[in-house]
């Protein structure tokens, strides 16, 4: 199917600003045989997957400053201890330490139309409990911020406000209805705090109608009071809408005794295959070990962080040597505070360490649909120049794109490229921050394509780097 | 991004001995407003999902014959009845009517190592029964039908032949895998038989390592004694195997009471829209109606047919008005016999209708990939030319493959296309023909995503119907 002439064809079809071809390649037909050992590797293989049962069945949920994000801490470097890496080590960071508390209650009290009637809701990360005794309120809906600026002290004083702007279901990519929407879970408290609210309902990040509530970070500002922030369950969020509707004056009893202890020293878990030509110039593959403190935490991030050492025992098992250091990175603590993902870059920095390329895998594991890349064009036009090479593997969608939030301290450290792994994204935000991401919602063929499809960047980073040039298209 | 020069050049690529452009959308502006439409009316409803819950827990496993095929074939009429279509009618066809009878049993005896242990079989559909009492047997495993005839009539009568050959994982998609091992399930029993076996044990048919056995059609030979026949779990076939190598003089047994009775009756269900210019060229949008009996056939193949009956749902509410008709047939009794596609093919041809294409759904409700192509090398650059209205939609893979089994009889008559549309295949034979095929395992957005790419195209052949040319591509 693919001659030169076609092959040429479609580079320019990728990249239509580009006058030189870009780096292909220089060995086709080796390149081609090697990563379809990757992906036969990675298919045949139960290991990984085996390794994602572990944690998340035997760890389970770890929140940074737990003690089972201790646990997931000391069971991954073991697991890469016993891998026959280069390296093996610990990096330390301090980390924030929120705890949820009981169990969250919510209810709707004194409402006209049904009496009282619990509503799931879930602590959002970071927030201040409610005291023991809870609190109640009246409450009132706003689908923005817009619409609470409008609304003005006098009527958000004293009542929870409940942000219900829902995912907009016409975007394709479900990332880009979470980006429109997660404001409100961001931004919510500060905003309604600063009206005199006294707590925040925020209508769950999901693009289905479900019973989980699905929790996530929130934010507070120096000067600005703290106020109780909860997710409330989609199929509540529209029940409590409609209740709203016809008795404005129900009210709302929310209890939350969730608070933040002091900051615990964790880390982030590195393993490495040194290369064999430039072990200077390194590739990052990396997820998050981190998750909520709900469900198991499987799709985010337990898959990228199992797929990030699956690329170094696939290298290792096919006696592949790259010829740069290929790095595994598992993250602490991206759920809540990032901190990981800044100690990681201070201290690459202060080493002076070149990092080539940093993939990340944070959007579940999922079937794997291509690479977004934040970077310069001709690191877009090297990546689209091995299309011909990828794409037979489903990886059709390599284009300018967002890398990933661990990576994106290393932004303009010398000219890494951030690549984000992009998984078909219509189930994640069906079990994302909720109870529900648990083991039995990943299959391992579709974690151990994402293994592979980054295995198989990372092999031809590491034979060619991403520095472009205009090496002849040989196939 | 898409520029005429550009798209000129992926057209070449796409179709490398195209000479002359193939048909392209004449108004690719209007057609691809017209794509989004679709995509955004079915992305936000919830219609159809709705109606597949009623479809797989109202009214459940369907199996030909039964009296659920006939609840599902007057529910699924009156469903289309609602819709305001321009016909709806049934198509009498008979089928087979199998009953599986009670709960099978299949277990190790006698074995050294084990004593005895349960093993989860499940009668292959059309099997005999065992008789009341089951049968014991010893056992012999093969991989492969050479390796039967190699063992001969000695070592293999009055055994039980253990068919345990496994998927090759290796294949990215796993319909190939399936294509490779499912001679087993078919064609075992014959010749297990010819060599004086007693019964047939087959590895089910799934990627996977799994409890559940999956059952699906074998096959009897005049003049060759019909034996029982039953699929038995992968985990099960992987312990059976073990057993057998320490202890190969263990013994099976199995009692299976299915049985085949007189034919029943039944139905197609065919709704359409007709064509506003050329109302005697059909595009056929199928599924099929009938499942097996155990689970509740969501993915095989109730999803099908939801979409097809979206796809009218969606032109009707948006006012398109398909130049040629779109015509919805839910297919009975796929699964045991292959009746309902045989009829339709047969009255079409008696009453001489003209199929422009049919598009089959018979993959699962997974996020959609792309479309197989049977047909002529003229229809295939057709479809090609409209790659740039259909990629931004995850369509990418466009290319010469299977169509689907109920369409399959419509071959050859005129120059229909028969399209397969392509899913993603990673979790289909988790579920196919399982207990475990159930409503909870289908993604809203995925199946509606599924039912917008059979409107987009099945819209674009309405517009511009599939017998190439040379229009000029224009954007």
Redesign the interface.
Known sequence: ?L?R??LR??L??AA?TVLTLPAMAQNYAQDSATIKKI??NA??S?ESYENLRYLTKNIGARLSGSPQAAAAVEWSRQLMEKMDLDTVYLQEVMVPHWVRGDKEIGRVINSKLVGSADMNILALGGSVGTGGQGLSAEVVEVKSFEELEKLGKKKVKGKIVFFNRPFD??H?H?GSAYGEAVDQRGGGPIAAAKLGAVAVLVRSMT???QDVPHTGSTRYEDGVEKIPAAAISTKHAEQLSRLLKDDPSLKFYMRMTSQTLPDVLSYNVIGEIRGSEKLDEIILVGGHLDSWDVGEGAHDDGTGCMQSIEVLRVFNELGIKPKRTIRAVLFMNEENGLRGGRKYAEVAKAKGEKHVAAIESDAGGF?P?GFGLDGSKEQLQAVLAWKPLL????L??IAPGYGGADIGPLKGQGSVALIGFKP?S??YF?YHHTEIDTFEQV????MQ?GAASMASLAYLISEYGLSGGTAKVQK
């Not at 794409?391 to 489903?394: A, C, I, N, S, V």
């Not at 299959?443 to 579709?446: F, I, K, L, V």
């Open positions: 199917m001659n002439n076609n064809c479609l320019a079809a239509t992906y036969d298919l045949t139960y279901n016409r394709l479900t693009n289905d109608i079937t649909r794409e037979p593997y489903g059709h969608d078909d219509q189930r069906d299959n391992r063929r579709e394509l």
